[in-house]
């Protein structure tokens, strides 16, 4: 089966992929991970992509895509993959369809800009061995401190408020419009995301097998 999972930042994607790649014995593809491969095999991609990295700018589309194609074609995903991250836009998905590349269904994750902001906003990472806490739903023992190592627990830049807004902005601008694009392809279906990570599991299961 190949999949599309869409959703924004912070809305859980990365279990749902874990789930999805276990149960169907299937390749989950990062785009940050698969950019991150290219460039330490020195594909002609991966040597394209770094010198735009290095430069400080976005990889462009031709880039990724190229990058996105060559992933495709290896041995693991013949029998499909779960894309996470890819197409962001609706000029990457019209390149993925003329690739070629035969989309089974596209999951979307749905859920409310506001519990995602206090999602991301109240995580916690220790500064030392990277642990991984929440104010409100992994409490460490003893505020402010890792109970794994004792370093200081900090929040990263990525899960400030303002810039998880900033992201969600983007998400909403350049992204939700593949929703409208799929829909109309008769292959998305909407998971509304649920408190508990179990459950959202089962619904996005129960999505597969719509």
Same mark, same amino acid.
Request: proline share 4%; charged share 30%.
């Given at each position: ?27 989950? #593809?990062?785009?940050?991970? #698969? #950019? ?39 041995? &693991? ?14 000029? +990457?998905?019209?390149? *993925? &369809? ?8 596209? #999951? ?10 206090? %999602? ?32 200081? *627990? ?8 303002? =810039?998880? %807004?900033?992201? *969600? ?5 350049? =992204? ?15 998971? +509304? ?6 459950? =959202?599991?089962?619904?996005? *299961? ?5």
């Amino acid at each position: 089966m190949k999949l599309i999972l869409l959703g924004a930042p912070g809305a859980g994607k990365g279990t749902q992929a874990e789930v999805i790649c276990e149960r169907l014995a299937i390749p989950a #593809i990062s785009t940050g991970n #698969i #950019i991150r491969e290219a460039l330490k095999s020195g594909t002609e991609m991966g040597l394209r992509a770094k010198s735009y990295m290095e430069e400080g700018k976005l990889v462009p589309d031709e880039v990724v895509i190229g990058i996105i194609q060559d992933r495709l074609q290896q041995d &693991d995903c013949k029998n499909g993959f779960i894309l996470d991250g890819f197409p962001r836009t609706i000029p +990457q998905a019209e390149a *993925l &369809d003329k690739m070629g590349v035969a989309i089974d269904k596209v #999951i979307d994750l749905e859920v409310s800009d506001e519990a995602i902001v206090e %999602r991301m906003s109240g995580r916690r990472v220790c500064e030392n061995c990277g642990a991984s806490y929440h104010i409100l739903y992994k409490k460490p023992e003893v505020e402010g401190k890792c109970g794994k190592c004792g370093g200081a *627990l900090i929040q990263r830049k990525d899960d400030h408020p303002d =810039t998880v %807004r900033e992201r *969600l902005r983007v998400y909403h601008e350049q =992204t939700e419009p593949l929703k409208s694009y799929y829909e109309k392809q008769g292959k998305l279906r909407v998971v +509304q995301g649920q408190d508990a990570v179990e459950e =959202t599991t089962r619904l996005t *299961l129960a999505a597969l097998e719509d």
